[in-house]
């Protein structure tokens, strides 16, 4: 078993920044990628970002340029930082840890944290 703790969430006006963190425990060797996902209301879980263990990184259309993803395999911590941050990045943010699925696979099964809440508004 794998568990994901997040924190980091909050409120931050338009154009603030933020950034979340997401310790990874237990059967760490197993997972292949680490990533995080979002879900705003009425709306589906979608990836934000994710990096595999060898560093290689993948961001969606809508964050590239703005956000960053890291991780320290010491600390077994992945970290999200988040600039210029738009009402439309406000959702709940999910930490996922998954094992290989394939060269083109980015996570969004595995293990999940509980979610931390970002708010953007003024």
């Known amino acids: 078993q794998v568990q994901l703790v997040e924190s980091g969430g909050g409120l931050v006006q338009p154009g603030g920044s933020l950034g979340l963190s997401c310790v990874v425990s237990?059967?760490?060797?197993?997972?292949?990628?680490t990533g995080w996902y979002r879900q705003a209301p009425d709306n589906q879980r979608v990836l934000v970002a994710a990096?595999?263990?060898?560093?290689?990184?993948n961001y969606a259309d809508s964050v590239k340029g703005r956000f960053n993803i890291t991780k320290d395999n010491i600390k077994n911590t992945m970290y999200l930082q988040m600039n210029s941050l738009k009402p439309e990045d406000t959702a709940v943010y999910y930490c996922n840890a998954d094992h290989y699925r394939g060269s083109d696979s980015w996570g969004g099964q595995g293990f999940w944290g509980q979610g931390t809440q970002v708010t953007v508004s003024s």
């Open positions: 990096i595999t263990n060898s560093g290689r990184t």
């Open positions: 237990g059967a760490t060797y197993s997972i292949y990628v």
